[in-house]
T-cell receptor, first 113, second 111 residues
């Protein structure tokens, strides 16, 4: 597609449930990034995929968070046993190879009630 | 780990004024990002620069690698420039996506 597509755009879930957030990067972009922005807080890095290299998972806040990227394209961020502090906007971005500016998706607003 | 500081936190300007936003970081990097976040929340990548200066329309970004400092300038500011401007640097140097973000500068341009 023309841009980075994220789904759903909004998700309300009950505490303790699992959620999956999807990111469809720009076709051909080998680098894919997940960030999150909590209410009133700045952006923080979660995970980064670059081609076939092992992902940089150093930003994942706990082992309840995981992400995969299938076939070098679509990525799914999974949060297990959601907590209220997981409420945030989760943003995905992609880049041709990591050495050029990123294109951001419009984000998934996650609310844990 | 890199520390990224931005100033000012808030900036109000009159239409037509020249704007400067500053960003400093603590660990040497190979590229720094400037982002724009609109009131609706969407984020746009403005610049990714590793040296010297880049220009796009009325926006100019400069970086001094030795001083670990970057500036974003807006010439002839316009109300539509009102947004939060964020700089970001790799957390551990290099140009990877493990970015540390500044807290942002909220710019309001009055007509």
């Amino acid at each position: 597609g023309a841009g980075v597509s994220q789904s759903p755009s909004n998700k309300v879930t009950e505490k303790g449930k699992d959620v999956e957030l999807r990111c469809d990067p720009i076709s051909g972009h080998t680098a894919l990034y997940w960030y999150r922005q909590s209410l009133g807080q700045g952006l923080e890095f979660l995970i980064y995929f670059q081609g076939n290299s092992a992902p940089d998972k150093s930003g994942l806040p706990s082992d309840r968070f995981s992400a995969e990227r299938t076939g070098g394209s679509v990525s799914t961020l999974t949060i297990q046993r959601t907590q209220q502090e997981d409420s945030a906007v989760y943003l995905c971005a992609s880049s041709p190879d990591g050495n050029y500016g990123y294109t951001f998706g419009s984000g998934t607003r996650l609310t844990v009630v | 780990k890199n520390e990224v500081e931005q100033s000012p936190q808030n900036l109000t300007a009159q239409e037509g004024e020249f704007i400067t936003i500053n960003c400093s970081y603590s660990v040497g990097i190979s590229a720094l990002h400037w982002l724009q976040q609109h009131p609706g929340g969407g984020i746009v990548s403005l610049f990714m620069l590793s040296s010297g200066k880049k220009k796009h329309g009325r926006l100019i970004a400069t970086i001094n690698i030795q001083e670990k400092h970057s500036s974003l300038h807006i010439t002839a500011s316009h109300p539509r420039d009102s947004a939060v401007y964020i700089c970001a640097a790799p957390g551990y140097g290099g140009s990877q996506g493990n970015l540390i973000f500044g807290k942002g500068t909220k710019l309001s341009v009055k007509p």
